[in-house]
Nanobody, 116 residues
Framework: QVQLVESGGGKVLAGGSLRLSCAAS????????INWFRQAPGKEREFVAE????????RYQEDVQGRFTISRDRTKSAVYLQMNNLKPEDTATYYC?????????WGQGTQVDVFS
């Protein structure tokens, strides 16, 4: 059973940076698709960024392109989301997601609050 634990959220002023981490355990495959999603109060959960556990493909939501960077370290079974130039509209709970052959695993989320 894959288990994911996010960390690194917090409160930051607009223009600041945060680095979110997702610690993964129970991995039994190399071919996971890894995503970061976020959900703001009163809104649906939305896609933020995606990468592959084994290949180089990466994509981002248009609103975060150029500000956020997704990466992973297989030796540490960890995934990261570096968030720079944060904006108040980035305020949300951020979730790590692993997907493999239609199965999805989620972390509990980490809260990011950006103040202007």
């Amino acid at each position: 059973q894959v288990q994911l634990v996010e960390s690194g959220g917090g409160k930051v002023l607009a223009g600041g940076s945060l680095r979110l981490s997702c610690a993964a355990s129970g991995l039994r495959s190399n071919d996971y698709t890894i995503n970061w999603f976020r959900q703001a109060p009163g809104k649906e959960r939305e896609f933020v960024a995606e990468c592959s556990w084994i290949s180089a493909g990466i994509r981002y939501q248009e609103d975060v392109q150029g500000r956020f960077t997704i990466s992973r370290d297989r030796t540490k079974s960890a995934v990261y989301l570096q968030m720079n130039n944060l904006k108040p509209e980035d305020t949300a709970t951020y979730y790590c997601n692993f997907e493999f052959m239609g199965r999805n695993w989620w972390g509990q989320g980490t809260q990011v609050d950006v103040f202007s």
